[in-house]
């Protein structure tokens, strides 16, 4: 199995490099504008999907974007009708921050035989869902308790034991429009107790929050409201992540 995804994210990670990535929620697609110009902003990866798709034509999405751009795009699904053959890559997500059997292997039993028809990258990650201060609709359809904001050690245990199972990558999220991000403390935790690439989104709104989230720990940070509430904000998000950790911030 091909893992050019997954090894050009262990490259970065070695060379202390941060990634962005711009998820496209198929419900909201309206134009191919922010997609196009993705990468001349600074987007490293592009991620299609949604905890729930009601208005949007998923096929057609990931059709549109792949037209729309040379960046990798890589399924972020909420369910097993969001898997295309035309992505480059799908983030294999188990719901580890929850105790609902079908998001942690349920649904994967289902979708195994379609992804093995496809040439996607697949990659395991663990996904674990972290209260953002509101109900968002990830955590409603889930059907789970997300960790509580302000228990660490929670989180790193959970990120651990997802690393000790073997999965690839650790993906934090508040979930989609959450009033807050993941905390810095969580944040640093979490990267202190797993070796893995580690992925926060949810709530992420600005340049400041995202250097921060950076030099926390977070390998990849991952932004949809802001885009497509203020698209101008993608450039001066994508030079904070790209922006050496070492240094002093210039915005
Ligand atoms: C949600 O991490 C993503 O899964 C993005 O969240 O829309 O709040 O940026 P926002």
Do not use: W
């Amino acid at each position: 199995m091909h893992r050019a995804i997954y090894d050009s994210l262990l490259t970065a990670r070695k060379d202390k490099q941060k990634k962005l990535a711009l998820l496209i929620d198929p419900d909201k697609f309206s134009t191919t504008g922010h997609v196009s110009n993705a990468e001349s902003m600074g987007v490293d990866f592009i991620f299609i999907g949604g905890s729930l798709v009601s208005k949007g034509d998923f096929n057609r999405c990931v059709e549109v974007v792949k037209k729309n751009t040379n960046l990798p795009v890589v399924l972020f699904p909420g369910n097993v009708d969001q898997v295309s053959p035309l992505a480059d890559g799908i983030l294999f997500l188990s719901l580890i921050s929850g105790r609902n059997p079908e998001n942690l292997i349920g649904k994967h039993v289902l979708a195994a035989p379609i992804l093995k028809k496809t040439s996607l990258e697949i990659i395991p990650t663990g996904y674990m869902l972290v209260d953002g201060g509101k109900v968002t609709t990830a955590t409603y359809m889930s059907n789970t308790v997300p960790i509580p904001h302000d228990k660490n050690d929670i989180a790193s245990c959970t990120a651990m034991a997802g690393e000790m199972l073997g999965l690839k990558l650790i993906y934090m999220d508040t979930g989609s429009g959450a009033d807050k991000h993941v905390s810095l403390s969580m944040i640093k935790e979490v990267r202190k107790n797993i070796d893995i690439p580690l992925i926060i989104g949810g709530g992420i709104r600005n340049p400041e929050d995202t250097y921060e989230i950076c030099k926390a720990g977070a390998d990849m940070v991952v932004i949809g409201t802001i885009a497509e509430q203020s698209p101008e904000m993608v450039a001066s998000i994508a030079k904070a992540v790209h922006y050496n950790t070492s240094g002093k911030i210039r915005l």
